[in-house]
């Protein structure tokens, strides 16, 4: 061996000997040299015998689900966001910020926003390859702005857009408008989930006619075999109690009027929305928290006539129930 190379060694060597030491110094109490553990449930690392704490809040780089076997782990280990089916490339792509500043916040030169501006507009090009993209594009957000509008949750959302999805898979858009199976997949969402919306207020934040959501949808429901159960009266009573500000006494009052009213057999072949209305208007008149006709008619979106003729036949339903 030449001189070189044994001078090489030796330095290489002593680099790895102070690697060493060093990996040591971190596993030894600094106060007693006592052995260190590091606690994952505080962020700790702590000296076993002093109890001295050497470092504190912990960053922890591990994920934050708990797996017990390799499979559930294989299926809970994702990198980036969650996949969404409210997105058309449920996403999977990339977004590049409007914002013309750099990861410092310093604002761009010019040349840098026209080449950000090409990107941004080749981006969007990629992301929507073909027609059928396009469609699912608009469609889901279509679906995402009316159901802001409605105050509809997320997983409302999501429903809608699985079945708008199934919808275009199954080839069911032909001859009908995006919009309005857009529309429709909402509407029938809403009632799978138990927090419906009336066909009123859907025709209101929607840009498609009323007759045309109705048609559509029993068309959706029935081609793809959905299982929406008939809206129940009293899923309508909370949203409506809330908006006209009443108490808990009249929503209760309002449950129990409309139980009455399904056993009499009351209920059968009249609008749900009409019930909840008039079992609202009548359970704060019996808790002496009175509203009138036109505040109940203006929240639930239906006309007062409607509202005396099912108040009047919630009351003799209430009145014929055996003491």
Not at 63 to 84: H, I, L, N, Y
Not at 113 to 128: D, G, P, S, V
Not at 158 to 183: F, H, Q
Request: proline share 4%.
């Amino acid at each position: 061996m030449t001189d070189t190379t044994i001078r090489r060694h030796e330095r290489t060597s002593e680099r790895e000997e102070s690697t060493d030491e060093q990996a040591n110094e971190e596993l030894v109490c600094p106060e007693c040299g006592g052995k260190l553990a590091s606690d994952s449930e505080r962020g700790e690392t702590v000296c076993t015998e002093c109890g001295l704490v050497v470092e504190e809040d912990e960053i922890d780089p591990g994920p934050e689900w708990r797996a017990f076997d390799s499979k559930e782990k294989d299926q809970k280990s994702r990198v980036g966001a969650p996949t969404t089916n409210m997105m058309h490339d449920k996403g999977l792509s990339t977004n590049i910020g409007w914002q013309d500043k750099d990861a410092y916040g310093n604002s761009l030169s010019s040349r840098q926003r026209e080449k950000m501006q090409r990107l941004r507009t080749w981006n969007e090009r990629f992301r929507t390859r073909d027609s059928k993209e396009r469609n699912l594009k608009q469609a889901l957000g279509e679906i995402d702005r009316m159901a802001s509008a409605l105050g509809l949750p997320e997983s409302v959302r999501e429903t809608a857009s699985v079945i708008y999805r199934r919808a275009l898979d199954e080839n069911l858009l032909p001859g009908r408008s995006i919009e309005g199976v857009a529309t429709s997949s909402l509407y029938a969402a809403a009632r799978q989930a138990g927090t419906p919306r009336s066909l009123d207020e859907i025709n209101g934040v929607s840009r498609v006619e009323k007759d045309e959501i109705a048609r559509t949808y029993r068309y959706v429901v029935r081609e793809l075999g959905l299982e929406v159960a008939p809206a129940d009266p009293e899923s309508y009573v909370p949203r409506f109690a809330s908006d006209l500000e009443l108490s808990e006494e009249v929503e209760r009052r309002a449950r129990e009027l409309l139980s009455t009213a399904k056993r009499q057999g009351v209920h059968s072949g009249k609008s749900p929305v009409g019930l909840a209305a008039a079992a609202v208007y009548a359970a704060s008149l019996l808790s002496n928290e009175k509203v009138t006709q036109n505040e109940v008619s203006e929240v639930a979106n239906i006309s007062e006539v409607t509202i005396r003729n099912r108040y009047h036949e919630l009351l003799e339903a209430e009145d014929d129930v055996p003491a």
